[in-house]
Nanobody, 128 residues
Framework: QVQLVESGGGLVQPGGSLRLSCAPS????????MGWFRQAPGKERAFVAS????????YYADSVKGRFAISRDNAKNTVYLQMNSLRPEDTAVYYCAAQKTYYGGTYYYWRGDQYDYWGQGTQVTVSS
């Protein structure tokens, strides 16, 4: 059973920064891409960012472009989400997800149903 473990969440003031990490625990596995999603209270889960392991192509939601950066460390099999200039509206539980395989065609990186494994989530609260 693959488990993804997120870390790095917490309470930060507006304008501050946090870096989230995600790594698999248990058995090793290979995946095509990793993504970050978030869910704020009373709202649906929303795409934040994703990255392909090979080539490192990245994708971002419009709401975080220019403020967040997703990166990967292939040797550590770890994905990071650097979050800068945080706003109160960034407050949410952040989830890491892994997509096992891409079969070609349109790449629906923003759709949660394209991902096969999920972490338990880490709370990010932006408040003064």
């Amino acid at each position: 059973q693959v488990q993804l473990v997120e870390s790095g969440g917490g309470l930060v003031q507006p304008g501050g920064s946090l870096r989230l990490s995600c790594a698999p625990s248990g058995r090793t596995f290979s995946s095509y891409a990793m993504g970050w999603f978030r869910q704020a209270p009373g709202k649906e889960r929303a795409f934040v960012a994703s990255i392909r392991w090979i080539g490192g192509m990245t994708y971002y939601a419009d709401s975080v472009k220019g403020r967040f950066a997703i990166s990967r460390d292939n040797a550590k099999n770890t994905v990071y989400l650097q979050m800068n200039s945080l706003r109160p509206e960034d407050t949410a539980v952040y989830y890491c997800a892994a997509q096992k395989t891409y079969y070609g065609g349109t790449y629906y990186y923003w759709r949660g149903d394209q991902y096969d494994y999920w972490g338990q989530g880490t709370q990010v609260t932006v408040s003064s």
